[in-house]
């Protein structure tokens, strides 16, 4: 966690217990042995606490006396007492390397079962669509107070990962420390309301020709490659249609005799009993779906948990 500033400075204020001191060579293991001493009033005492040699403490001692140009510790009976300044070295020098031991320790484990992180995930709407419900599914099932934030997949890769957990699409083009992971491999298949498309499991290129179509085009084209490879064997279908989204096709297919090349995820996953889906006529090259992310994440243990859940619950079963 990101210390503030103000947290800091503390810190630093009470390292400069001792105006004007130079650091340099005053090692952070001497002022461990100094609080030690200081709390213990003993060169055995210390030693064996540090897990060191009375020799090695003693000589540690003479550095810091050294440095400080004060005896810091001087001998009192069976004991060794503070000086003034070693007495006001004491609680000041513990409580700054109290704070640099909270600064550097390892931080909480994360914990999926009792987590109540929110990851941000951007993706289109196919993403939405085919990767978003089997992802909140598995967290119901690993982590139920995890919640997941979609946003819209907008601009360069690397500027929308500053924004979010994990992008999720086609892989485009992105600046180094970028990591693209590939999720699954998505093809084609032909959409049509329940009852229009035949009984054959593949539609007939007749068919497929004759019909009228709504043509998804993200980006305003006016072609897509089912038109180039129509046109290679001499043929074309006529688009009736164009849409901007994949989420919005199946509604208009459902409600009229249109039928739509959509992705096959798309499909199988619609839950509108109105629909059906036939194989194609014809190969169409697939598009494959990957997961960027940026390297510093690499062994975030959140930011690896979400990656493996991710991986595992779009993954063919």
């Not at 810091?72 to 000086?83: D, H, K, Q, Y």
């Not at 009792?114 to 982590?143: H, K, M, N, Q, W």
């Not at 999720?168 to 298949?189: K, Y």
């Not at 994949?246 to 109105?274: I, K, M």
């Given at each position: 966690?990101?210390?503030?500033?103000?947290?800091?400075?503390?810190?630093?204020?009470?390292?400069?217990?001792?105006?004007?001191?130079?650091?340099?060579?005053?090692?952070?293991?001497l002022?461990?042995?100094?609080?030690?001493?200081?709390?213990?009033?003993?060169?055995?005492?210390?030693?064996?606490?540090?897990?060191?040699?009375?020799?090695a403490?003693s000589?540690?001692?003479g550095?810091?006396?050294?440095?400080?140009?004060?005896?810091?510790?001087?001998?009192?009976?069976?004991?060794?007492?503070?000086?003034?300044?070693?007495?006001?070295?004491?609680t000041?020098?513990?409580?700054?390397?109290?704070?640099l031991r909270?600064?550097?320790?390892p931080?909480?484990?994360?914990?999926?079962?009792?987590?109540?992180?929110?990851?941000?995930?951007?993706?289109?709407?196919?993403?939405?669509?085919?990767?978003?419900?089997?992802?909140?599914e598995?967290?119901?099932?690993?982590?139920?107070?995890?919640?997941l934030?979609?946003?819209?997949?907008?601009?360069?890769?690397?500027?929308?990962?500053?924004?979010?957990?994990?992008?999720?699409?086609?892989?485009?083009?992105?600046?180094?420390?970028?990591?693209?992971?590939?999720?699954?491999?998505?093809?084609?298949?032909?959409?049509?309301?329940?009852?229009?498309?035949?009984?054959?499991?593949?539609?007939?290129?007749?068919e497929?020709c004759?019909?009228?179509?709504v043509?998804?085009?993200?980006?305003?084209?006016?072609?897509?490659?089912l038109?180039?490879?129509l046109?290679?064997?001499?043929?074309?279908?006529?688009?009736?249609?164009?849409?901007?989204?994949?989420?919005?096709a199946?509604?208009?297919?459902?409600?009229?005799?249109?039928?739509?090349?959509?992705?096959?995820r798309?499909?199988?996953?619609?839950?509108?009993?109105?629909?059906?889906?036939?194989?194609?006529?014809?190969?169409?090259?697939?598009v494959?779906?990957?997961?960027?992310?940026?390297?510093?994440?690499?062994?975030?243990?959140?930011?690896v948990?979400?990656?493996?859940?991710?991986?595992?619950?779009v993954?063919?079963?």
């Amino acid at each position: 966690m990101m210390r503030s500033t103000g947290y800091v400075r503390d810190v630093m204020k009470d390292m400069k217990v001792m105006a004007g001191v130079d650091f340099a060579g005053l090692d952070l293991n001497l002022l461990v042995t100094l609080e030690m001493l200081l709390a213990t009033g003993s060169v055995t005492v210390a030693a064996d606490r540090l897990k060191s040699s009375q020799p090695a403490v003693s000589r540690a001692l003479g550095r810091l006396r050294a440095h400080f140009d004060d005896p810091l510790l001087v001998r009192s009976g069976n004991a060794m007492s503070p000086t003034p300044r070693g007495a006001e070295l004491s609680t000041r020098l513990h409580d700054a390397l109290e704070a640099l031991r909270r600064a550097v320790e390892p931080g909480a484990p994360f914990v999926p079962a009792t987590s109540r992180r929110r990851f941000t995930l951007a993706t289109a709407d196919y993403g939405i669509a085919t990767v978003v419900p089997p992802l909140l599914e598995a967290l119901e099932r690993e982590a139920p107070g995890v919640d997941l934030s979609v946003v819209p997949l907008e601009g360069p890769v690397d500027g929308a990962l500053a924004r979010c957990d994990l992008i999720v699409g086609p892989r485009r083009d992105s600046a180094a420390g970028v990591v693209w992971t590939r999720l699954f491999h998505e093809d084609f298949v032909c959409v049509g309301r329940r009852g229009t498309l035949g009984r054959a499991t593949t539609i007939p290129l007749d068919e497929l020709c004759s019909r009228a179509h709504v043509f998804v085009a993200p980006s305003g084209q006016s072609e897509g490659v089912l038109d180039e490879r129509l046109r290679e064997r001499g043929l074309r279908r006529r688009v009736a249609l164009s849409v901007p989204s994949f989420l919005s096709a199946p509604p208009v297919v459902a409600s009229s005799r249109l039928v739509c090349v959509l992705p096959r995820r798309v499909a199988v996953g619609s839950t509108d009993d109105r629909l059906e889906w036939r194989e194609l006529p014809l190969t169409l090259p697939g598009v494959t779906i990957e997961c960027a992310w940026h390297e510093r994440m690499r062994k975030d243990p959140e930011h690896v948990f979400l990656r493996r859940l991710l991986k595992q619950a779009v993954s063919p079963h």
